[in-house]
């Protein structure tokens, strides 16, 4: 029976959203793997490597070019008005208010896994096929190093909620860390992604945004929340244009877009309300189309062990990290660990992160499938490392910040 597009990408839609529900409904993962990990998965095995190796035949019928395409522009969206709420979120006034202990941990934090990475990075360099055709030794080294050392804050949100600490005083510290490191992670990213080719460009980029910005913000505390959300859409398609014009890539300018909004001008459930449609009606397209970006080319083994490295490097420096600033701080008994293995979460936006690397043709599929296999790691441990101490050490979320 012949099947035109519109049937085939439906077929794709109803394996995206089904399978991975499924095993996380039935199989009870929620404690070691919440849904969005299980789809984070699901779209690995769902990939060339796996699916399209054990069943060529069905890999290419139902992820033909037309449907990936398809599946590809509401996966860019769907990030694009994640990455914005993302950067609406951050909370960079309660961080400035706590500027000492914000900038010791939230530098120690995102500077020791950084160099853990980076360390782990240059043993990479020295070996054929994780390296992409356009990086130089530095950009690799630094992108792979920053991917270690990225917290994931939407993720780390979800987490935190879970864990029933997110309204408290502790969980309100480490979103204050978190939306320290999401600032310069994108920072540093603007800065591996700079093209001297067409720096005037990106220039010119900058200084275009920055008037745009102040007359953006004028119109918006002029609007009613529901003018304001529809407006953030268009800024949003505009912000995102102009990045990739300019040859910082769209999610720069997602970011860009959602940082320079203020969380007060939309109401707090609203928000939470639409980045769980998000999550929930368009984002198993994104994890999707990322796990048809995997390749094993250089065999499995050799990427699962280059994986544990970078897991390696990104747990231990995120723990060694926030334990020298807990020493300095003169923190309580068990909260550095507590804040360590939150604030090492990687899901979505190392993701993000990494796609944008890949991209840019900064690391190869191979490294781009490691990098995958450590956030998806990293992500699974929390829960499980976070519950039992938070049981031990209860009463450090009654502890005023």
């Known amino acids: 029976m012949h099947m035109g597009t519109t049937e085939i990408f439906l077929i794709a839609m109803l394996i995206i959203f089904s399978v991975p529900y499924l095993i996380w409904r039935f199989g009870h993962t929620d404690y070691y793997a919440p849904l969005v990990v299980v789809q984070i ?9 796996i699916m399209g190796r054990a069943f060529p035949e069905y890999y290419s019928f139902v992820f033909n070019p037309q449907v990936v395409q398809s599946l590809n522009g509401i996966a860019w969206w769907a990030v694009m008005i994640f990455v914005m709420i993302a950067g609406i979120e951050l909370d960079l006034k309660k961080a400035w208010e706590h500027r000492r202990e914000s900038a010791i941990t939230a530098g120690l934090a995102l500077g020791t896994p950084l160099l853990f990475g980076c360390v782990a990075a240059l043993g ?10 356009k990086a130089h030794d530095w950009q690799f080294v630094l992108g792979v190093g920053m991917a270690c050392a990225v917290t994931a804050l939407p993720i780390l949100i979800l987490l935190m909620e879970k864990l029933e600490i997110l309204r408290q005083p502790i969980g309100q510290r480490i979103l204050r860390y978190a939306s320290v490191d999401d600032i310069a992670i994108w920072g540093v990213l603007a800065a591996i992604l700079l093209d001297w080719d067409r720096v005037g460009r ?4 900058l200084l275009a945004f920055s008037v745009a910005t102040k007359l953006f913000r004028m119109m918006m505390v002029r609007l009613e929340e ?13 912000c995102a244009f102009a990045a990739d014009w ?10 860009l877009a959602g940082a320079v909004m203020d969380a007060e001008w939309f109401n707090q459930e609203k928000m939470d309300f639409m ?18 970006r995997t390749n094993w080319a250089m065999g499995g083994s050799a ?9 390696l490097a990104s747990v231990s420096g995120k723990l060694a990290g926030v ?35 890949l991209d840019k043709q900064i690391i190869t599929s191979e490294t781009f499938t490691a990098l995958l296999l450590m956030a998806i790691g990293s992500t699974m441990l929390t829960v499980p490392m976070v519950y039992p101490k938070l049981q031990r050490v209860a009463q450090l979320i009654f502890k005023t910040s």
Do not use: C
């Open 41 to 49: 998965i699901a779209g690995i095995l769902l990939g060339p490597g």
């Open 124 to 133: 990479l360099v020295g070996y054929a096929g994780w390296m992409g055709p």
């Open 202 to 205: 990106q220039l010119g980029f």
């Open 226 to 238: 529901r003018d304001r959300w529809y407006i953030s859409f268009i800024w949003l398609a505009i």
């Open 246 to 255: 300019a040859g910082l890539h769209f999610m720069v300018g997602a970011f």
């Open 275 to 292: 980045r769980a449609n998000v999550l929930m009606a368009i984002m198993p397209v994104f994890f999707l189309s990322t796990g048809l």
């Open 303 to 311: 990427v699962f062990v280059a994986a544990a490295v970078l897991l």
């Open 323 to 357: 334990h020298i600033a807990g020493k300095i701080l003169k923190w309580g008994p068990g909260e550095a660990s507590i804040i360590g293995w939150l604030l090492q979460t990687k899901a979505l936006i190392m993701i993000i992160f990494a796609n944008i690397l």
